[in-house]
Every structure is written in C-alpha cells, then in structure tokens.
C-alpha cells in the first residue's frame, strides 16, 4: 500500500511538471505578451519597454526556469490589471470555487449512485427507462441553457433561490446543481452497467446461497464492487467540472476560479492565467491521487500483491 | 427414514426467443441424511439447473414447477424469499463449479466466513472466527489464522474450493449440495477435494448431493446414484446396482466412455456416444435418447415412456429403475452381446 502510494505520488508529481511545460509553451504561443500587457495603441517603444521589463526578450527556457524556480517558492508573479501577487489572488478565489465543485460532485453522486443501483436492480422496466432518460436529457442538454432555464424557473418565476452572487449557501445551489446535472449521467451508466455486472456475478450467487440478507447481498457484497471504477470516474468527471465552472462562475457570477480566469483572458493578464491552469491542473491530479487510494483501499487486488 | 430433501415431478421451463426450453423434464428424487446422491449427465442436461432450483436461486426468466418439493418435512414450494435466505447457508450449503470467480474480491477470507455464523446464529465476531479456523483447518488448509487475513487473490483455485467449502460447512448444515465442484479445478486437485466432500460429510452425518459428469468419481463416493439425460431421470439407483447392472442403454454408454484398469486393454479404442444432445426447446416425444441409441426402434418413439423399477430385486434397500422400453434382461443382454 505505501510503495503503491508513493508510486503514485511519483507519477502525480511528474504530470504537474508537464503541465506546467505545456501551460507555459501554449501561453507564449498564443500570442506576444509584451503586445498584449502594452495594451492597445502602445507605441513600439513601449512594446519594447515592456518586453525589456518582464523579460520577454530572453530565450523562452530561460524564463520558463525563472517562472518555475519562483513558482517553487510560491511567487506566481504580480496580477498586471489587479497589481496584487497572483497566489493572493488565487487564494482568495479558490474557496467558492472549492464549495461549488464538491457540492456539484455530491449532487451528481447523490442522484446518479442510488439511480443507477434502482436501474440495475430492474434493468428494462420504467424505472430503468425513467433513469435513462434522466441521464440523455443531461447529456444532451448544453450547461449554460440549463442554468438559463433553471435561473428563469427559479429565480425570476418562484423567486425562491438568488440568481447571482456568492455571499449565502442558497447562491450555491443552482449553480451546483447546473455543474453537477452535467456530470450525473456518466456516473448513473457506469454505476448501472457495473451492478448489472456484479448482480449476475458468481460471488453474488455465492453471496445468495450464504443465505445473507438481501441487502447485505446488495450493498455489501454487490454495490461496493461496482463502485471501484465510479471512484475513478468521479474524479475525471470533476476535473471536467472545473472546466465548466468557467461558464457557470460567469453566468451565476461567483467570483470563483472560473470567473477569475475568464476575466483574466479578456485582460491579457499572463501571469494570472498561468497559474490558473497550473492550479486547477493541480488540484485535477490532486483528485486523481485521492481516487487512486480510494480505490486501493476498496480494491484489495490494488492493496494486497 | 425420512428423506431429508425430496423432490416430485420437477419441472424447469425456461422462454427463449424460438419457444419454451424445458430444461428440466419432470425428475423425482429423494437425499437422506448421511448419504452420498450422485447426479450424473453430460453439459446441458439439467443438473445445474436442478441445483439451483433446490436452493431457489434459478434465474429470473426459469420457471420452476414441482408435484412435491420439501426439505426436513417442510414444503418449499411456498416458502418467500425471506424464509429460503433463512434455510440457505444455514441449513442447506451449496458449492459451485467456478472456485476462481465464486468469492467475493473485495473482502478476506475471515470476513467471507464469519458473516454466515453471525448471520445465521447471531454469533459473535471471536466465535464466528474460531469456527472459521476450525473449519479451514478440516478441508486441509495450513496456517488457518493468517488465511483469514488473505484476499480470495491471493489463494490457488484448490485453495479456494476448500475455502467454499468450509464456508458453506459453517452453519453446520444438514444438506450440502455440490455443483460439479472440481470441473474447474487441476485433475491432480480434483481426487483430494472430492475425497474430502466425502470424508466431511461422512464426519458431520450431512447429506451431500454431488453433481458431475465424472464417473469415476461417482463410483469412489456414491451410495445413490441418478443418471440424467435431456431434462430426465433415465435410471436411477443405489451405486452398486448402477455400476455393475447398467440398464438403460445411455448409462451403459457412458460407463462405456471411461478406462477401467485391467479391464480395457492397451491401446483399446474408448467408447463414445454418438450424435449430440436434442434440442429441448418444444416437447419431446418418446424416449429422448433414441436419436443417439443403437437399439432404437419404432417403439422408442412413443410418448409415455415411464421410470420403472428393475425387476428382480428382493433386497431390502436396493433400489434400480430405468426408462427403456425393452426389458432389463434385454438391456443387460445387449451390453453383453456387445463386449
């Protein structure tokens, strides 16, 4: 268990520095920085100037071992449009959008689990077609619509739920819900087809003929063998979340991560950007670690050799 | 004696896309306590399927129908689903052919084990694991405490089968049914497992039902004996009569398949039995073997052909029925004419 652990904080830490490479080449690559931070109508000098004062000018591996040597020691640069260091600015966002992903998660893990366990247990009846149903809607169903819809139906029409804002808990609950509707269905299917799996499974018929308790039967012996490889979905399916808190930050304005990186590329503003992607690439593999020793604590084949 | 398990004109339909497959044609059969039943027959006649429909655990789509169906006394038939979990593990074990895929991979051994005794008689943790290391050292596994540690994983096949069948001895049940426990196991592995079925249910006075196809087994272990064919009984017995009067043309082609030491000459070629299995989807009319025997005649064809006591017998507990239209002295003629 602990040479599995280590192993895979090895691998966790290899993939940060990768991204970190990637994030740094596509970010320069994307455009002139100096052009950028001059800001429209600046004059060649002051391009100049700019690309001199930040270090543009210098070889890109040169400022790639800069920026990570500083990024080490915490210092992620200044934020040019808000002139306050970028890991404040960071950390000051990093709780809403922390509250919204995990409630987003529980949300989706709430209603797909127990959907998917019913659609097993009664594969092709209309509870199994209700779920499904549930889950094409979801995955047809563009995020941002759903917000709009839900937005119009509950803020503007019932008045029950704020549609903006991030100061009391009921400012999180439709945009958890939006975040979290979109990732329910991956894992209502993946609970389903692995307890249809596991249900017809020669351990589950031993586990009958023990004479066990149906439910004992169910969850015990049943629903935690299924839900291995839900362990690691839900971690893929957070990551993509925190992609798609872009859109629900902005359209809910949170002042989260997401409504900072996308204000961030409207201002040009490197530095912030840079540690955005590398922050929420971290805290992606960071999920990803988690699941990993989930599953090894589940899984006694991970655990045990 | 009361028979311990007794079943009458078993039925097990099962619907299929071309009609209804009647998997288990009206079989009738009886365990005792303290008794070996080998049910023996080729892939896909029914056995497994009987197994299960003793434990109530066919699946959803089979159709189980019986004249008579009661274990200790009690009609099953009628049981729900709740009262069968009560008798299952705790009164009536079953082990399975798949050793490798038939515990559970996410817990240990000791858990596996201990869950059946504080199920069943709400015992506590300490004792559930004393039996449970008394039992694992009965079927022969070394090390016995630390076993309960271990992940079905971590164990060989032959381990596994032992471990299975300690579990289902937990209880101290008073039938064990085993579904062709060493199919899947190394021929070297098989003999021991068998031999311990045998011995353990000799020491705890069980009734065993051994299901397979292997008769050599059967003739080391059993003291009944029931030879199955397409969904019926088509003789049945006490060992003794079976082996050394085999009467219906299929048991005699089956005995006829296995090597005898100092019998079957060097180099002999091995009986085999033409042809293949009917189809058991619709009804089958007349004798179901007929397409596969060499004496079939026109009389084979028709319906009606009933099990029917060897004549002959006089002793007391002896026991032999067929299902063949021609004589017994015929049928036993007939293999002699042609060895």
Known sequence: MLIYSLKRFGVAILVTFAVSVITFVLLHASGDPAMAMAGEGATQEDIEYVREHFGFNRPMLVQYIDWFVRALQGDFGISIY??????????????????????????????SIPLGVLAAMKPNTIFDRIALTIAVIGQAMPTFWFALLMMIFFGITLRILPVSGNTTWQHFVMP???????????????????????????????????????????FKHALRNAIIPVVSLSAVQLG????????????????????????????????????????????YILLTYLADLLNAFLDPRIRVS | MT??????????????????????????????RGETLCIVGESGCGKSLTSLAMMDLLPTTAIRNAEKMTFQGQDMRSFSEHQMSDIRGSQMGMIFQE????????????????????????????????????????????????????????????????????????????????????????????????LLLAELQKEFDMGLILITHDLGVVARVADRVAVMYAGEIVEAGTAEEIFNRPTHPYTQG????????????????????????????????????????????????????ELVPVSGIVEEHVTHDYRCVLSADQCVENLAGNA
Request: one cysteine or more; glycine letters at 8%; aromatic letters at 6%.
């Open chain 1, 176 to 218: 958890s819900i939006a975040l979290g509707y979109y990732a329910m269905p991956a894992i209502m299917r993946l609970t389903r087809a692995g307890m249809i799996e596991v249900l017809s499974s020669d351990y589950i018929r031993t586990a009958r003929a023990k004479g066990l308790r149906p439910r004992t039967v169910l």
């Open chain 1, 82 to 111: 808000l002139k306050i260091p970028v890991a404040e600015v960071i950390a000051a966002k990093a709780p809403i959008t922390a509250i919204l992903g995990a409630s987003a998660l529980t949300f989706a893990l709430l209603i």
């Open chain 2, 99 to 194: 050793p490798m895929t038939s515990l559970n991979p996410s817990y240990s051994i000791g858990d596996q084990l201990t869950e059946m005794l504080i199920r069943h008689k709400n015992a506590s943790r300490a004792e559930a694991r004393e039996r449970a290391i008394y039992l694992l050292e009965k079927v022969g596994i070394t090390a016995a405490a630390s076993r309960l540690n271990q992940y079905p994983h971590q164990l060989s096949g032959g381990l596994r089968q032992r471990v299975m069948i300690a579990m289902m001895l937990m209880c101290d049940p008073a039938l064990i049914i085993a579904d062709e426990p060493t199919t899947a196991l190394d021929v070297t592995i098989q003999a021991q497992i068998l």
């Open chain 2, 254 to 305: 089956l005995l006829d398949c296995i090597p005898i030491p100092g019998k079957t000459a060097r180099g002999a070629k091995l009986g085999a039995i033409p042809g293949i299995v009917p189809s058991l989807v619709g009804v089958i009319e007349g004798c179901s073997f007929r397409e596969r025997c060499k004496y079939a005649s026109d009389a084979c064809a028709k319906p009606g052909i």
């Open chain 1, 240 to 283: 993509f979340m925190l992609g798609g808190s872009i859109i629900i930050e902005t359209i809910f304005s949170l002042k989260g991560l997401g409504n900072l990186a996308w204000q961030s590329i409207q201002r040009s503003d490197f530095d912030v950007m840079q540690a955005l992607v590398l922050s929420i690439a971290m805290f």
């Open chain 2, 3 to 32: 028979a311990l398990f007794e079943v009458k004109n078993l039925t097990i339909d099962i619907p299929v896309p071309s009609g209804m497959l009647h998997a288990v044609r009206g079989i009738s059969f009886e365990a005792m």
